[in-house]
């Protein structure tokens, strides 16, 4: 069973910086690429992306220059530096699985609270 | 990028039909057949329910179709059921870096 399982959140000051890990588990993680959705009550928003290989990253305009993301495929493990943390990164992170242009199998969710 | 288009609501009786629109551009929706859609349940993750336009993961009841025509795709459900009373979001590759574009969100209720 395909089980991806996010931690890491928590409540942060504004400027300041947070890692969420994203273990997962049930497939084979180093041939998949991988992707960080957020959540807030305004709907979804793709953050990131990262090939199986880590040769290729996207990021979303928001979160450009402030958010990095990585992987550890000897570990299954996927991750997400966010620095200079503002209030409206405010949200829900789920790790999502890539699959043909979509997003396959998702984790539950990490709370990320952005403020003073 | 912009956000696709969707409308918030739509509602319909068991039994029936509904199809939920989802509004891009000419670089998003109307350039690839790269649109998905996504049911979510309250205090649930999303849960994959059509990939390229038109295409179900295995274990998708086949109640659920896509379709698209020019610069907007939709997803109808046929046949609806109580379960089916949930939000759905659309999302579509925009190229380039513009991994994934999604929809605001719709929420379907069963009257």
């Known amino acids: 069973e395909v089980q991806l399982v996010e931690s890491g959140g928590a409540l942060v000051q504004p400027g300041g910086s947070l890692r969420l890990s994203c273990a997962a588990s049930g497939f084979n993680f180093n041939v998949y690429s991988m992707n960080w959705v957020r959540q807030t009550p305004r709907g979804l928003e793709w953050v990131s992306y990262i090939t199986s290989d880590t040769r290729t990253i996207y990021y979303a305009d928001s979160v450009k220059g402030r958010f990095t993301i990585s992987r550890d495929n000897d570990k299954n493990s996927l991750y997400l530096q966010m620095n200079s943390l503002r209030d409206g990164d405010t949200a829900v992170y789920h790790c999502?699985?890539?699959?043909?242009?979509?997003?396959?199998?998702w984790g539950q969710g990490i709370l990320v609270t952005v403020s003073s | 990028q912009s956000a696709l288009t969707q409308p918030p609501s739509a509602s319909g009786s068991p039994g029936q039909a509904v199809t939920i629109s989802c509004t891009g551009t000419s670089s998003d929706v109307g350039n690839y057949n790269r649109v998905s859609w996504y049911q979510q349940h309250p205090g649930k993750a999303p849960n994959l329910l059509i990939y390229e336009v038109t295409k179900r993961p295995s274990g998708v009841p086949d109640r659920f179709s896509g379709s698209k025509s020019g610069n907007t795709a939709s997803l109808t459900v046929s046949g609806l059921q109580a379960e089916d009373e949930a939000d759905y979001y659309c999302t579509s590759y925009a190229g380039g870096s513009n991994w994934a574009v999604f929809g605001g969100g719709t929420k379907l209720t069963v009257l």
């Open positions: 999502a699985r890539g699959f043909q242009w979509a997003f396959d199998y």
